[in-house]
Protein backbone atom coordinates (compact mmCIF):
# COMPACT_ATOMS: atom_id res chain seq x y z
CA UNK A 1 0.00 0.00 0.00
CA UNK A 2 1.36 3.53 -0.93
CA UNK A 3 4.39 1.90 -2.91
CA UNK A 4 3.56 5.62 -4.75
CA UNK A 5 5.87 7.17 -2.44
CA UNK A 6 9.18 4.74 -3.67
CA UNK A 7 7.99 5.64 -7.62
CA UNK A 8 8.42 9.05 -6.50
CA UNK A 9 11.72 8.43 -4.85
CA UNK A 10 12.59 6.46 -8.37
CA UNK A 11 10.79 8.97 -10.20
CA UNK A 12 13.03 11.75 -8.92
CA UNK A 13 16.32 10.24 -9.71
CA UNK A 14 15.77 9.27 -12.95
CA UNK A 15 14.60 12.94 -13.75
CA UNK A 16 18.37 14.04 -12.19
CA UNK A 17 19.97 11.73 -14.29
CA UNK A 18 17.58 13.75 -17.34
CA UNK A 19 18.36 16.93 -16.08
CA UNK A 20 22.16 16.82 -17.04
CA UNK A 21 20.88 16.60 -20.99
CA UNK A 22 17.15 18.31 -21.57
CA UNK A 23 15.35 19.19 -18.08
CA UNK A 24 15.67 22.69 -16.43
CA UNK A 25 14.35 23.93 -13.47
CA UNK A 26 12.30 26.47 -15.84
CA UNK A 27 10.78 23.57 -17.43
CA UNK A 28 9.71 21.74 -14.50
CA UNK A 29 7.93 25.30 -13.10
CA UNK A 30 6.11 25.96 -16.63
CA UNK A 31 4.69 22.15 -16.45
CA UNK A 32 3.40 22.57 -12.51
CA UNK A 33 2.12 26.15 -13.97
CA UNK A 34 -1.08 24.86 -15.08
CA UNK A 35 -2.51 23.62 -12.03
CA UNK A 36 -1.52 27.22 -9.31
CA UNK A 37 -3.15 30.22 -9.43
CA UNK A 38 -1.16 33.41 -8.05
CA UNK A 39 -3.71 34.31 -4.91
CA UNK A 40 -6.28 33.08 -2.87
CA UNK A 41 -9.38 34.15 -5.23
CA UNK A 42 -9.58 30.54 -5.64
CA UNK A 43 -10.83 29.94 -2.13
CA UNK A 44 -14.21 32.02 -3.21
CA UNK A 45 -15.92 30.13 -5.35
CA UNK A 46 -14.78 26.64 -3.77
CA UNK A 47 -17.73 25.49 -0.94
CA UNK A 48 -16.46 25.30 2.65
CA UNK A 49 -17.48 21.37 2.81
CA UNK A 50 -15.29 20.51 -0.27
CA UNK A 51 -12.22 22.56 0.67
CA UNK A 52 -11.83 20.86 4.41
CA UNK A 53 -12.90 17.55 3.28
CA UNK A 54 -9.79 17.54 0.21
CA UNK A 55 -7.70 19.13 2.74
CA UNK A 56 -7.34 16.42 5.20
CA UNK A 57 -6.17 14.15 2.66
CA UNK A 58 -3.61 17.04 1.04
CA UNK A 59 -0.59 14.80 2.45
CA UNK A 60 -1.61 12.46 -0.53
CA UNK A 61 -2.29 14.61 -3.34
CA UNK A 62 0.53 16.80 -2.62
CA UNK A 63 2.20 13.92 -3.37
CA UNK A 64 0.64 12.78 -6.46
CA UNK A 65 0.62 16.06 -8.11
CA UNK A 66 4.16 16.97 -6.74
CA UNK A 67 3.55 20.75 -5.94
CA UNK A 68 6.40 22.59 -4.53
CA UNK A 69 8.95 20.01 -5.09
CA UNK A 70 10.83 19.23 -8.61
CA UNK A 71 13.62 16.85 -8.70
CA UNK A 72 15.98 20.32 -7.92
CA UNK A 73 14.20 20.23 -4.63
CA UNK A 74 11.91 23.13 -3.08
CA UNK A 75 11.83 26.28 -4.92
CA UNK A 76 10.71 28.30 -2.31
CA UNK A 77 7.28 30.01 -1.12
CA UNK A 78 6.16 31.94 -4.40
CA UNK A 79 2.62 32.42 -2.83
CA UNK A 80 0.58 30.32 -5.26
CA UNK A 81 -2.17 28.01 -4.30
CA UNK A 82 -2.51 24.83 -5.97
CA UNK A 83 -6.20 23.95 -7.09
CA UNK A 84 -6.22 20.87 -6.49
CA UNK A 85 -5.38 21.16 -2.95
CA UNK A 86 -8.48 23.00 -2.43
CA UNK A 87 -10.78 21.40 -5.38
CA UNK A 88 -11.52 17.76 -6.66
CA UNK A 89 -13.32 16.54 -9.52
CA UNK A 90 -13.80 19.18 -11.84
CA UNK A 91 -10.25 21.28 -11.64
CA UNK A 92 -7.93 22.09 -14.57
CA UNK A 93 -5.51 19.42 -15.97
CA UNK A 94 -7.23 16.97 -14.58
CA UNK A 95 -7.24 14.49 -17.35
CA UNK A 96 -2.95 15.00 -16.99
CA UNK A 97 -3.19 13.18 -13.82
CA UNK A 98 -6.65 10.79 -14.11
CA UNK A 99 -4.64 7.42 -15.20
CA UNK A 100 -2.25 8.38 -11.93
CA UNK A 101 -5.09 7.85 -9.72
CA UNK A 102 -6.64 4.75 -11.71
CA UNK A 103 -3.46 3.03 -11.13
CA UNK A 104 -2.97 4.35 -7.46
CA UNK A 105 -6.38 3.36 -6.36
CA UNK A 106 -6.24 -0.17 -7.87
CA UNK A 107 -2.99 -1.13 -6.84
CA UNK A 108 -3.21 0.48 -3.50
CA UNK A 109 -6.49 -0.40 -2.04
CA UNK A 110 -7.65 -2.85 -5.37
CA UNK A 111 -10.35 0.44 -6.17
CA UNK A 112 -11.51 -0.06 -9.89
CA UNK A 113 -14.96 0.87 -9.96
CA UNK A 114 -17.85 2.66 -7.42
CA UNK A 115 -18.70 -0.73 -5.74
CA UNK A 116 -15.56 -1.58 -4.74
CA UNK A 117 -14.73 2.15 -3.85
CA UNK A 118 -17.69 1.75 -1.67
CA UNK A 119 -17.00 -1.26 -0.02
CA UNK A 120 -13.41 0.27 1.10
CA UNK A 121 -14.70 3.75 2.69
CA UNK A 122 -17.39 1.61 4.57
CA UNK A 123 -14.47 -0.74 5.62
CA UNK A 124 -12.77 2.86 6.89
CA UNK A 125 -15.78 4.67 8.30
CA UNK A 126 -16.45 1.16 10.62
CA UNK A 127 -13.16 1.11 11.63
CA UNK A 128 -13.40 4.78 12.75
CA UNK A 129 -16.85 4.28 14.08
CA UNK A 130 -18.49 7.05 11.71
CA UNK A 131 -21.84 6.51 11.71
CA UNK A 132 -22.84 5.05 7.53
CA UNK A 133 -26.62 6.22 7.55
CA UNK A 134 -28.11 8.17 5.01
CA UNK A 135 -24.39 7.79 3.48
CA UNK A 136 -23.93 5.56 0.08
CA UNK A 137 -21.89 3.72 2.49
CA UNK A 138 -24.72 2.28 4.26
CA UNK A 139 -25.26 -1.40 3.96
CA UNK A 140 -21.93 -1.55 2.16
CA UNK A 141 -18.86 -3.87 3.49
CA UNK A 142 -15.89 -4.02 2.92
CA UNK A 143 -12.70 -5.71 4.82
CA UNK A 144 -9.05 -4.49 6.20
CA UNK A 145 -6.64 -5.69 8.17
CA UNK A 146 -7.44 -4.87 11.82
CA UNK A 147 -3.92 -5.69 12.85
CA UNK A 148 -2.59 -3.47 10.34
CA UNK A 149 -4.62 -0.38 10.70
CA UNK A 150 -4.93 -0.44 14.85
CA UNK A 151 -7.18 2.34 15.94
CA UNK A 152 -5.75 1.41 19.11
CA UNK A 153 -2.63 3.38 18.83
CA UNK A 154 -1.72 6.71 18.37
CA UNK A 155 -2.19 8.53 15.55
CA UNK A 156 -3.69 6.21 13.54
CA UNK A 157 -7.05 7.53 13.26
CA UNK A 158 -5.46 11.03 12.05
CA UNK A 159 -3.79 8.54 9.23
CA UNK A 160 -7.22 6.94 8.30
CA UNK A 161 -8.81 10.51 7.89
CA UNK A 162 -5.93 11.39 5.80
CA UNK A 163 -6.48 8.07 3.51
CA UNK A 164 -10.54 8.16 3.15
CA UNK A 165 -9.99 11.79 2.03
CA UNK A 166 -7.96 10.62 -0.43
CA UNK A 167 -9.48 7.34 -1.68
CA UNK A 168 -12.69 9.68 -1.57
CA UNK A 169 -11.33 12.64 -4.15
CA UNK A 170 -9.21 10.23 -6.33
CA UNK A 171 -11.91 8.34 -6.72
CA UNK A 172 -14.34 11.27 -7.41
CA UNK A 173 -11.33 12.93 -9.93
CA UNK A 174 -11.41 9.29 -12.02
CA UNK A 175 -15.22 9.17 -12.45
CA UNK A 176 -16.01 6.30 -10.18
CA UNK A 177 -17.89 8.49 -7.80
CA UNK A 178 -20.47 11.27 -8.22
CA UNK A 179 -19.08 14.59 -6.74
CA UNK A 180 -22.44 15.12 -4.59
CA UNK A 181 -21.40 11.09 -3.00
CA UNK A 182 -17.97 12.27 -2.08
CA UNK A 183 -19.37 15.81 -0.51
CA UNK A 184 -22.00 13.64 1.76
CA UNK A 185 -19.07 11.43 2.50
CA UNK A 186 -16.33 13.96 3.17
CA UNK A 187 -18.77 15.87 5.68
CA UNK A 188 -19.55 12.88 7.97
CA UNK A 189 -15.58 12.72 7.76
CA UNK A 190 -15.04 16.09 8.63
CA UNK A 191 -17.51 15.77 11.50
CA UNK A 192 -15.16 13.12 13.03
CA UNK A 193 -11.98 15.25 12.46
CA UNK A 194 -12.75 18.55 13.50
CA UNK A 195 -14.06 16.85 16.62
CA UNK A 196 -10.91 14.73 17.31
CA UNK A 197 -8.67 16.79 16.54
CA UNK A 198 -8.15 20.40 17.11
CA UNK A 199 -6.07 22.14 14.45
CA UNK A 200 -4.13 21.32 10.88
CA UNK A 201 -1.13 21.30 13.43
CA UNK A 202 -2.38 18.74 15.70
CA UNK A 203 -4.04 16.74 12.76
CA UNK A 204 -0.75 16.48 11.02
CA UNK A 205 1.63 15.93 14.04
CA UNK A 206 -0.57 12.55 14.70
CA UNK A 207 -1.13 11.64 11.02
CA UNK A 208 2.95 11.07 11.04
CA UNK A 209 2.66 9.25 14.47
CA UNK A 210 -0.44 7.29 12.85
CA UNK A 211 1.57 6.82 9.45
CA UNK A 212 4.06 5.23 11.70
CA UNK A 213 2.66 3.25 13.44
CA UNK A 214 0.73 1.27 10.00
CA UNK A 215 4.41 0.97 9.04
CA UNK A 216 3.42 1.29 5.05
CA UNK A 217 6.50 3.16 4.10
CA UNK A 218 10.45 3.00 4.49
CA UNK A 219 13.02 5.72 6.02
CA UNK A 220 13.42 7.19 2.96
CA UNK A 221 9.70 7.34 2.10
CA UNK A 222 8.87 8.96 5.47
CA UNK A 223 11.57 11.69 5.31
CA UNK A 224 10.11 12.43 2.03
CA UNK A 225 6.53 12.14 3.54
CA UNK A 226 7.62 15.21 6.26
CA UNK A 227 9.04 16.84 3.68
CA UNK A 228 5.72 17.42 2.24
CA UNK A 229 4.07 17.84 5.36
CA UNK A 230 6.49 20.64 6.19
CA UNK A 231 5.60 22.20 3.00
CA UNK A 232 1.93 22.01 4.04
CA UNK A 233 2.51 23.50 7.76
CA UNK A 234 4.78 26.50 6.30
CA UNK A 235 3.53 27.63 2.63
CA UNK A 236 1.26 30.43 2.41
CA UNK A 237 -0.96 28.55 -0.61
CA UNK A 238 -1.15 25.41 1.48
CA UNK A 239 -4.89 24.48 2.69
CA UNK A 240 -3.63 24.08 5.96
CA UNK A 241 -2.75 27.75 6.14
CA UNK A 242 -5.82 29.20 4.64
CA UNK A 243 -8.97 26.91 5.40
CA UNK A 244 -10.55 27.56 9.17
CA UNK A 245 -10.56 23.97 11.54
Keep these: MFKFLKELLNAAKEGVNEAKDELTLKAEEEKMAGSLVPDNTILLNIP ?6 NALGAAFRVIVFGDWFTVFGSTGDDGSY ?35 CLQMLSSYFTLLGIEKTGTA ?7 IDTSIWDI ?17 TSATDVGYLPKPVALNVLKSLSLYARKHFIDWLQFSDYFLEGEDQVGVNSKIGKSYLKRYIGYLKEKKGSPWNNIAW
Design 137 to 143: LEEKNGK
Design 82 to 116: PIHLYQFGNYPRIDQYRSDFIKLLKRDFGITNRET
Design 152 to 168: SKSGVNAFVVAVVSHIT
Design 48 to 53: DEEQFG
